[in-house]
């Protein structure tokens, strides 16, 4: 069966300072990953996707994330966290496979920076 | 360019009351379309998605239904809301195929949302 398992659901972080958001899935198949930031009462807005190309993945608003097979995580980070950055992150799979349409939704994470 | 419209953007119903939300996609044809509740604090719950008119798979047992009468349109409704009902709907598509010069196939795109508060 397939699953999202987002591993913080709160991350406080003082501005300027790295951020690390931690996702690990669990798919049968070759899967897209994604990370989607909800700002509150918005809907999502998707920040970068892996779709089994390179495994470094650059994003929007300097964020990144890797696809490490290995140890099935998606891990989402920023070198310097800006204030803009509080709202809440959702790790997002879509299975491989044909006649997938579902996407499974991790059960989020909400960041806070300190100023 | 693709566009999706979901509203109201907010709505304050009486228990008991039906429910009609809206959402339409513009800019492409044939597209895969959900409709998620988002509970306060909690992810996202698929409630229906849509694979072509007329087609609509439910996720969860509810109050809830889903009707998909044009292919870039998709409703959800109720004919009596509960307490329970009261959440953050979002509408969203992605792309059934790849088009030429579209947006890449697999990613999932979203409205605002709707507030929906049942007293």
């Known amino acids: 069966a397939q699953s999202v398992t987002q591993l913080d659901s709160h991350v406080s972080v003082s501005e300027g300072t790295p951020v690390l958001l931690r996702c690990n899935y669990s798919s049968s198949y070759s899967p897209s990953l994604f990370w989607y930031v909800q700002h509150p009462n918005k809907g999502l807005q998707l920040l970068l996707k892996y779709t089994s190309a390179a495994t470094l993945v650059k994003g929007i608003n300097g964020f990144e994330a890797e696809f490490k097979k290995s140890e099935t995580s998606f891990h989402l980070t920023k070198p310097s966290a800006h204030m803009s950055d509080a709202a809440e992150y959702f790790c997002?799979?879509?299975?491989?496979?044909?006649?997938?349409?579902?996407?499974?939704f991790g059960t989020g994470t909400r960041l806070k920076v300190l100023a | 360019s693709q566009t999706i419209h979901q509203w109201p953007a907010t709505l304050v119903q009486p228990v008991g009351s039906p429910l009609s939300l809206e959402c339409t996609v513009e800019?492409?044809?044939?597209?895969?379309l959900y409709w998620y509740r988002q509970a306060a604090g909690r992810g996202l719950q698929l409630l229906f998605y849509?694979?072509?008119?007329?087609?609509i798979s439910s996720e969860v047992p509810q109050n809830l239904s889903a009707s998909r009468p044009q292919d870039r349109q998709f409703i959800l409704s109720s004919k009596k809301l509960l307490l329970s009902d009261s959440g953050f709907y979002l509408c969203?598509?992605?792309?059934?195929?790849?088009?030429?010069?579209?947006?890449?196939?697999?990613?999932?795109?979203f409205g605002a949302g709707t507030r929906l508060s049942v007293l």
């Open positions: 969203a598509w992605s792309p059934r195929s790849i088009l030429a010069g579209g947006p890449a196939k697999n990613i999932q795109y």
């Open positions: 800019g492409t044809s044939n597209p895969n």
């Open positions: 997002v799979v879509r299975p491989g496979g044909s006649g997938t349409y579902k996407y499974i």
């Open positions: 849509s694979v072509g008119i007329g087609q």
